[in-house]
């Protein structure tokens, strides 16, 4: 169960870490918003960054072995990296939409997936 709630965390925590870093450059499209300076967009992904640590320290704090959980510190990384990138290509392919998913993208996901495997054998 506290690998489960590690992960959806680790979800809703790249979920806004990834609005934060990369939505404004989707938001600079609208005329008022481009009237802003860099300080207030700084401001605005701060914001909305502070929820991304309000998931992000429970769920390494939940996952952490040394707390209970079932992961090492090492496990924690590659899960949350490999969440990361998943959330990222989401967001990119579905906001951005002159991004595209070819097939090295998807041959890096392969590694990455070998990566956590690695990480995870014995």
């Known amino acids: 169960m506290k690998a489960l709630l590690t992960i959806g965390l680790l979800i809703l925590s790249n979920t806004f870490m990834t609005f934060a870093w990369y939505g404004h450059l989707k938001f600079g499209e609208m ?5 802003w300076g860099l300080l207030s967009i700084v401001l605005i992904s701060w914001g909305i960054a502070l929820f ?5 320290v429970p769920a390494n704090r939940i996952g ?3 707390h209970g959980g079932p992961f090492s510190l090492i496990q924690l990384k590659v899960i949350q990296e490999v969440i990361t990138l998943l959330v990222f290509s989401v967001f990119a392919v579905v906001v951005f939409r002159n991004e595209t ?3 090295n993208h998807l041959i890096g996901f392969v590694f990455l997936v070998l990566a956590v495997y690695f990480i995870f054998k014995k």
Do not use: P
């Not at 005329?31 to 009237?35: A, C, E, P």
């Not at 991304?52 to 992000?56: I, T």
């Open 31 to 35: 005329k008022w918003f481009n009237r």
């Open 52 to 56: 991304e640590y309000a998931f992000q």
């Open 64 to 66: 952490f072995r040394d």
């Open 101 to 103: 998913f070819r097939w």
